[in-house]
Structure formats: C-alpha cells, structure tokens
C-alpha cells in the first residue's frame, strides 16, 4: 500500500514517518514540506535522514497510486492539509489534535464518511497495555460502577526552541487553552471511550510560569457525568521525568497506573477476588510498546482487510468536541 506524509512540524512528526517505513505492507512515497526553511532545517538536523522529499501537495493529491497519507503538519495547518487529503478521496492518519475549528473537522469527517474513508487521529495509547486493561474494565463493569477518573500528564517545554515547529510555549501560545490543548487529547481520548460525553465541563486556564504571558501553562478541566467526576490537568513545567499518572475508581474496585510512559506497572485493587485477581492489591506487569507502531498498523488492517478501526469516526468527534469545550473553542 503506498502512503504518503504532509508537514513535519508536529511533535511526532518524525516519529510517525519511521514507524511507516517500518511497517512490512506499506511503500512512502515520501513527505512534503511545504515550509522550505523548516525543509532545510529537517535536512540538516539527522533525524530525517530516511525521508525523500517531495517538492508539492499536489503530488500527493494527485497521485491515485497514493492510498493513504499522514498528516503531521503543525496544529494550526493540519486541519486544512487534512481537509485536502480527504477531498482527494485518500485515507488519512491525522496526528492529534484536530485544529480549532470544530466544525470544519465535523465536516471532514462528514465527507470521509460519505466516501468510506479511514480517519484515525494519532492518539498514541489507544494500544497501550495498561489503558487497554483499564478500559475493558471500566466498559465491562469490572470495576463496579466507575464514579471517578483522574488524569495527569503534564510535560516540561522550552519558551521558545529551534527549527519553526511551534510545539514550544511561544508556538502553542497560538491556541485557547495552550498546553492543555495539545496535551489534552491524549487523556480525553481514553476518558470519552471508557465514560462517553460529559455533561458539563468546567476548567481552569492559568498562566503560571511562562514569559509568554499569553500561554496557559497550568490547567485543569473537570468532567461532570450523572455519577461520576473526571479531573484531567496539565501543567507545561513538570520536572523530567514526568509522573504521569491515570487513576479509576470504582465501587468494587480502582486501578492505578503511574508512571504511564514508560509503561511499568499497574496497580489494581479489588473488593472481592474475580477475573483471576484476588482480593485486595495486585501489581500487574506492563508490556512498555512502542509509541504508534499497533496504531498505525491497525489503521492500515482497516484500509486494507475491511479490519473494524480501534476507534469510529464518532469517537474522532466526539473527542475533539469535549477538548473544545475543555479550551473554550466550545461552549461547556
């Protein structure tokens, strides 16, 4: 299958690139840059070394042999690249999360439905051992009635870095809700899957410790369900290594995962022996797997055997719906 990438300044960009060319079924064709400064600077940096470059869009839009294409543009392009890609008539992967404008993605994925396309936000632990486990249990009941989630995953960025990516505080600046924005994604992923739409959500936005005052740097969102509470915050000046952490609750049992990356260990307790389990603490070993490698091949079992996707494209929705109404791009 021959696949395609547009941009490289998201954050996983590079990352992305190689896991394609990893894959056994899959041809890239190449990548196109459309920033020929950030193009010369990926030339030069050594971490690109494997890409060839294509020199326009349009030789990926244009090309019918060029089934899918990822989109790793930077947030504030790529839902316009994606857009394209989809009015093509091609498959996208479309790095996280889906731009500001709610609906222009609800009426790219409109169109991709009425085309029988494939798009799958690159969420990366949508194969992760310890959120696999943790979220059969909260679907499946296992856990009794889940009545509370809490989700950490703050990070440490420059003011500003090199190379024209805008994944630093200057660069996210740009969005409502700055690093909760292009964090958040990744936990509200997990939380909507596990609990659904939240009723209401309220959150907090504050600038605590960046130059550019103008980047929300310390977050929180609050999640209100009819029996149940999810907090989620994120903050951009956490120490390395970072002590990411997912906790759920239930009334017959809680599981806690820290940190999540590297995958290490989870800790489920219950209140009665089941499942193979017994009563009381259990630490369970984690299989640490590699960011995006089962996703991506995930995404290309869909395309090419018809495979069910790990997520619908309501799910994509309904994803980037409550970040919007975390940041403020919607109304809670």
Same mark, same amino acid.
């Given at each position: 299958?021959?696949?395609?990438?547009?941009?490289?300044?998201?954050?996983?960009?590079?990352?992305?690139?190689?896991?394609?060319?990893?894959?056994?079924?899959?041809?890239?064709?190449?990548?196109?840059?459309?920033?020929?400064?950030?193009?010369?600077?990926?030339?030069?940096?050594?971490?690109?070394?494997?890409?060839?470059?294509?020199?326009?869009?349009?030789?990926?839009?244009?090309?019918?042999?060029?089934?899918?294409?990822?989109?790793?543009?930077?947030?504030?392009?790529?839902?316009?690249?994606?857009?394209?890609?989809?009015?093509?008539?091609?498959?996208?992967?479309?790095?996280?999360?889906?731009?500001?404008?709610?609906?222009?993605?609800?009426?790219?994925?409109?169109?991709?439905?009425?085309?029988?396309?494939?798009?799958?936000?690159?969420?990366?632990?949508?194969?992760?051992?310890?959120?696999?486990?943790?979220?059969?249990?909260?679907?499946?009941?296992?856990?009794?009635?889940?009545?509370?989630?809490?989700?950490?995953?703050?990070?440490?960025?420059?003011?500003?870095?090199?190379?024209?990516?805008?994944?630093? /505080?200057?660069? +996210? %600046?740009?969005?409502? !809700? &700055?690093?909760?924005?292009?964090?958040?994604?990744?936990? =509200?992923?997990?939380?909507?899957?596990?609990?659904?739409?939240?009723?209401?959500?309220?959150?907090?936005?504050?600038?605590?410790?960046?130059?550019?005052?103008?980047?929300?740097?310390?977050?929180?969102?609050?999640?209100?369900?009819?029996?149940?509470?999810?907090?989620?915050?994120?903050?951009?000046?956490?120490?390395?290594?970072?002590?990411?952490?997912?906790?759920?609750?239930?009334?017959?049992?809680?599981?806690?995962?820290?940190?999540?990356?590297?995958?290490?260990?989870? /800790?489920?307790? +219950? %209140?009665?022996?089941? !499942? &193979?389990?017994?009563?009381?603490?259990?630490?369970?070993? =984690?299989?640490?797997?590699?960011?995006?490698?089962?996703?991506?091949?995930?995404?290309?079992?869909?395309?090419?055997?018809?495979?069910?996707?790990?997520?619908?494209?309501?799910?994509?929705?309904?994803?980037?719906?409550?970040?919007?109404?975390?940041?403020?791009?919607?109304?809670?």
């Amino acid at each position: 299958m021959k696949v395609a990438q547009v941009g490289t300044k998201h954050g996983h960009a590079a990352g992305v690139y190689q896991v394609m060319l990893e894959h056994p079924d899959v041809e890239v064709v190449g990548c196109f840059e459309p920033d020929e400064e950030r193009r010369a600077f990926c030339e030069s940096s050594g971490m690109w070394d494997d890409a060839v470059w294509l020199d326009s869009f349009e030789e990926i839009l244009g090309n019918p042999e060029i089934v899918a294409v990822a989109s790793e543009g930077a947030n504030r392009e790529s839902l316009g690249h994606t857009e394209a890609i989809v009015r093509a008539g091609k498959h996208c992967f479309y790095d996280k999360p889906a731009g500001d404008d709610f609906h222009r993605f609800m009426r790219v994925i409109e169109d991709a439905k009425g085309q029988g396309l494939e798009v799958t936000m690159g969420y990366m632990f949508r194969k992760h051992d310890g959120f696999e486990r943790m979220a059969d249990w909260v679907r499946s009941g296992f856990l009794g009635h889940v009545f509370q989630i809490r989700a950490h995953m703050s990070t440490w960025l420059p003011e500003r870095s090199e190379g024209g990516q805008f994944t630093d /505080r200057q660069g +996210l %600046s740009y969005h409502r !809700g &700055g690093v909760l924005y292009d964090l958040g994604g990744h936990m =509200l992923d997990q939380i909507v899957w596990m609990m659904g739409r939240p009723e209401r959500v309220t959150s907090y936005l504050q600038n605590a410790n960046s130059s550019v005052r103008e980047f929300m740097d310390n977050t929180l969102a609050v999640l209100e369900y009819p029996n149940a509470l999810v907090t989620l915050d994120i903050a951009a000046m956490e120490p390395r290594p970072m002590a990411r952490r997912f906790e759920v609750y239930g009334t017959e049992g809680s599981a806690i995962m820290e940190p999540f990356e590297p995958a290490e260990q989870l /800790r489920l307790c +219950l %209140s009665e022996s089941k !499942g &193979g389990y017994g009563e009381g603490v259990t630490m369970l070993d =984690l299989e640490d797997r590699r960011r995006y490698v089962d996703t991506f091949a995930a995404f290309v079992r869909t395309i090419e055997d018809g495979a069910e996707p790990l997520r619908s494209l309501d799910h994509e929705l309904l994803v980037q719906e409550t970040l919007m109404r975390c940041t403020g791009g919607l109304a809670g």
